[in-house]
């Protein structure tokens, strides 16, 4: 049996129960309430019969016409019922016009208010329609899920609508920035392998055709070769990183080092960054609590802030690298004094490919992917980094807990 025949039946034995219940209390013969009981019960199923009838014939009606329908047949079963029983016990027929007229009041209630009850639900139906169209449309409404007149179901599934259609919309400005942000590295991506792959083709067709064939000149364009082929190799390189970090498919290496020793590597691959360019490195560490993290992947996304902040930096100026507790974790803060980050540009600086303005742009030399390898790396181990503008330059914050 389904729950909704379950139900009928439940509710027809309850309402047995009441009228036997009544009866009793009231000292009306048992054979009288069974006469009773039956003869309701027959007007009432002949008059619930045809209405369940008419109403099958509003099936694809407008609500409104349909509680219409309901109101009237609850009304009929209840004066077919009554009506039956009336004439089994020969009521007067002045009791009978009264109830007639008691009737016919509460029909012109009842009627009224299944007629309000079906506007109230069509206006919510389409509110709910028109919050449904929204989201296709991309266009959600902050209110949207309020104020739907009707029965509480309809409120809650305009809330959900509501709730939906924000998400998608949220979905769908993120798929915009990320398309954005992909033909954006496409297009970097382009110009760095064209730029160095087409100077190792001049140069290999210049040998092969031994247009160079004196030694200092073949010395110097098979160093060139092999410089852009290593820059190719890192952007290589990088591009598999961050393909792995956005794909969730990155794991940190088993091998695990305490903080201060990751620092203290980091450090030293920079020195001779920082040298060449004529930028002083400086230390302020504090001791470090133990905090282990993953030797390669950390490594590379410090080497990451110190390489950008090296390379932004002019010559004379300075980084410096600061590390502090922070509770059970730790902090460490690159410093550099590249001039600063454009307010606007600040929230992007960690997007893929992003290189701010000309001055950070091509001629600074990157892929565009390091801050972007290095945030990925960053919060594979819990962490966070940030940046903010600091005096002549930037300040970048890693945080780690415990």
């Known amino acids: 049996m389904t729950p909704r025949r379950t139900a009928t039946v439940a509710v027809l034995a309850a309402g047995l129960i009441v009228a036997g219940v009544i009866a009793a209390s009231a000292g009306i013969p048992t054979s009288d309430t069974v006469v009773l009981v039956t003869v309701a019960g027959l007007g009432s199923g002949a008059a619930f019969l045809a209405g369940a009838m008419v109403l099958r014939r509003f099936r694809g009606r407008p609500v409104r016409a349909q509680a219409l329908v309901v109101a009237v047949s609850s009304l009929l079963v209840t004066v077919a019922g009554v009506v039956a029983a009336a004439l089994a016990m020969f009521i007067s027929t002045h009791d009978l016009v009264a109830l007639f007229i008691v009737v016919a009041v509460a029909t012109a209630v009842a009627v009224g208010a299944a007629l309000q009850l079906g506007d109230d639900i069509d206006a919510g139906t389409r509110h709910v329609g028109d919050l449904a169209r929204t989201m296709v449309d991309g266009a959600p409404d902050a209110s ?94 990088d591009l598999f990183e ?21 620092v203290a590597d980091a450090l030293a691959g920079a020195a001779s960054q920082a040298s060449v360019k004529g930028v002083r490195l400086m230390e302020q560490l504090d001791p470090l609590p133990r905090v282990e993290v993953s030797a390669r992947e950390f490594t590379r996304a410090l080497n990451n802030l110190l390489d950008n902040a090296i390379r932004h930096t002019p010559a004379g100026g300075r980084v410096v690298v600061r590390s502090e507790r922070d509770g059970d974790g730790a902090v460490l803060q690159v410093v550099d004094e590249c001039g600063g980050i454009p307010e606007p540009d600040l929230a992007r600086v960690f997007d893929v490919a992003f290189r701010g303005d000309v001055t950070r742009g091509r001629d600074a030399g990157g892929g565009g992917l390091g801050l972007a390898i290095a945030r990925g790396l960053v919060e594979a181990h819990d962490g966070s980094v940030e940046v903010a503008n600091h005096e002549r330059g930037c300040r970048f914050t890693i945080r780690l807990p415990a």
Not at 246 to 251: D, P
């Open 144 to 237: 949207a899920g309020h104020g739907v007149t009707g029965p509480g179901e309809l409120t809650a599934l305009a809330a959900q609508l509501a709730d939906v259609s924000a998400r998608l919309d949220e979905s769908r400005s993120r798929e915009r920035a990320l398309e954005a942000s992909r033909r954006e590295l496409i297009a970097w991506v382009s110009h760095d392998l064209r730029s160095p792959l087409a100077t190792i083709r001049a140069m290999a067709e210049a040998l092969d055709d031994a247009v160079a064939d004196d030694p200092d000149t073949v010395v110097r364009y098979h160093r060139q070769i092999r410089g852009d082929a290593e820059r190719l190799t890192e952007l290589v390189d």
């Open 242 to 262: 961050l393909s792995r970090i956005n794909s969730g498919t990155l794991r940190l290496g088993a091998e695990t080092v305490c903080l201060s020793d990751a």
